[in-house]
T-cell receptor
Framework: KQEVTQIPAALSVPEGENLVLNCSFT??????LQWFRQDPGKGLTSLLL???SQREQTSGRLNASLDKSSGRSTLYIAASQPGDSATYLC??????????????WGAGTKLIIKP | DGGITQSPKYLFRKEGQNVTLSCEQN?????MYWYRQDPGQGLRLIYY???????QKGDIAEGYSVSREKKESFPLTVTSAQKNPTAFYLC????????????FGPGTRLTVL
């Protein structure tokens, strides 16, 4: 059974630093992997989607990498800003046998950027 | 603007009541999902629907029911059989240029009084 882990659960860094958020998964037979951002009391916003055949995706100051063989993905945030403060969730897309596409979720990393 | 809307934003339920959470999308997506989010946990799948008039149970379907009479709408009913319904409920649909990219509504926070 696929399990998705995000470490650390919380992270606080000064403004301007580059940082890396980690996501690990136990089953490498994934369809894709998606990173989301969630602000308190709000829905989720999709940040980056990496297909299983891809190694990385970039959007602005964000770069997500995928290493299926080691069961890891990282989300790199360059030049962090206070507005980046949010919870970041990783979700692995699977197509189980005799079933439909599903996302398996990590518990998230709560990021605080200090001014 | 295309997107997913959920209503109400906040909902309060008395013990023994059924309540229905609304989810509407104008993205022309076929697949829609309901998740439950509790503090410190990942999202858990309640129900999903791949097409109109069809839906499947997720990991925690007990105490919940859904319908999918229209492509745009996927309401979730939290029944009195759900013993611990206080949570944040998120509706999502799948589509986009990137295959299987999931889009979310703003959520409904349900509290049992």
């Amino acid at each position: 059974k696929q399990e998705v882990t995000q470490i650390p659960a919380a992270l606080s860094v000064p403004e301007g630093e580059n940082l890396v958020l980690n996501c690990s998964f136990t089953d490498s037979a994934i369809y894709n992997l998606q990173w989301f951002r969630q602000d308190p009391g709000k829905g989720l916003t999709s940040l980056l989607l990496i297909q299983s055949s891809q190694r990385e995706q970039t959007s602005g100051r964000l770069n997500a990498s995928l290493d299926k063989s080691s069961g890891r993905s990282t989300l790199y945030i360059a030049a962090s800003q206070p507005g980046d403060s949010a919870t970041y969730l990783c979700a692995v897309g699977m197509v189980p046998k005799d079933s439909n596409y599903q996302l398996i979720w990590g518990a998230g990393t709560k990021l605080i950027i200090k001014p | 603007d295309g997107g997913i809307t959920q209503s109400p934003k906040y909902l309060f339920r008395k013990e023994g009541q059924n309540v229905t959470l609304s989810c509407e999308q104008n993205l022309n997506h076929d697949a829609m999902y309901w998740y439950r989010q509790d503090p410190g946990q990942g999202l858990r799948l309640i129900y999903y629907s791949q097409i109109v008039n069809d839906f499947q149970k997720g990991d925690i379907a007990e105490g919940y029911s859904v319908s999918r009479e229209k492509k745009e709408s996927f309401p979730l009913t939290v029944t009195s059989a759900q013993k611990n319904p206080t949570a944040f409920y998120l509706c999502a649909s799948i589509g986009g240029a990137g295959a299987n990219e999931q889009f979310f509504g703003p959520g409904t926070r349900l509290t049992v009084l």
